[in-house]
């Protein structure tokens, strides 16, 4: 089982803003970094550290972190964000996890 | 432009050996760690280890410590995932990815960017 742990599925109507979240008890130390994966496709990156974007990922996608919880807010969900995201970090022991990830549906 | 390409899609039986790839371009290669993530079918991605092509430095998950073997051929850019007796539950996608560690004072932070695109193999009698 993993130590982050993300809800399994959250929906959004389209344009509407939609929080995904990470809890784990070392987002106290160390920052959450997210990624997309749409069907048959790589993971992307789109958030690491407090709240850095990759070169090409669009501004509605921000990061917040607060004690053990990290956040992907996307706002303005369109259509092309309905994907998987997943979570990553540490776990209690400094070996690298992943949560066990997110199905957005966009409405 | 960074880039990472994996070596094609295998299938394979249980009991056999197997080693796939990673090779790395446009960018220092010795200077970045390089992360292996397993996919099996239809489940999400778990954080198999990491290792630090500059000297060898290799960190695995518990999960997977025994199970694999990460190695780098820091002449050639590539980095390698290898398993010396298959077994069926390995049947997975096997993606590579360049894994960036910053740390200060206040929290620590680590990702990986770019990925491979992925190697799918298949353990099957």
């Known amino acids: 089982s993993s130590e982050l742990t993300q809800d399994p599925a959250v929906s959004v109507a389209l344009g509407q803003t939609v929080r995904i979240t990470c809890q784990g008890d070392?987002?106290?130390?160390?920052?959450a970094s997210w990624y997309q994966q749409k069907p048959g496709q790589a993971p992307v990156l789109v958030i690491y550290?407090?709240?850095n974007r990759p070169s090409g990922i669009p501004d509605r996608f921000s990061g917040s972190s607060s004690g053990n919880t990290a956040s992907l807010t996307i706002t303005g969900a369109q259509a092309e964000d309905e994907a998987d995201y997943y979570c990553?970090?540490?776990?209690?022991?400094?070996?690298?996890?992943f949560g066990g990830g997110t199905k957005l549906t966009v409405l | 432009e960074v880039q990472l390409v994996q070596s094609g899609a295998e299938v394979k039986k249980p009991g056999e050996s197997l080693k796939i790839s990673c090779k790395g371009s446009?960018?220092?290669?010795?200077?970045?760690?390089i992360g292996w993530v397993r996919q099996m079918p239809g489940k999400g991605l778990e954080w198999m280890g990491i290792?630090?092509?500059?000297?060898?430095?290799?960190r695995y998950s518990p999960s997977f410590q025994g199970q694999v073997t990460i190695s780098a051929d820091k002449s050639i850019s590539t980095a390698y995932l290898q398993w010396s007796s298959l077994k069926a539950s390995d049947t997975a996608m096997y993606y590579c990815?360049?894994?960036?560690?910053?740390?200060?004072?206040?929290?620590?932070?680590?990702?990986?960017?770019?990925w491979g695109q992925g190697t799918l193999v298949t353990v099957s009698s």
């Open positions: 990553n970090s540490r776990d209690s022991s400094g070996h690298g996890v």
């Open positions: 550290g407090k709240n």
């Open positions: 290792i630090y092509p500059g000297d060898s430095d290799t």
């Open positions: 446009g960018y220092s290669f010795t200077s970045y760690w």
């Open positions: 990815a360049r894994h960036i560690v910053v740390v200060t004072a206040i929290r620590s932070n680590n990702w990986f960017d770019p």
């Open positions: 070392s987002l106290r130390s160390y920052y």
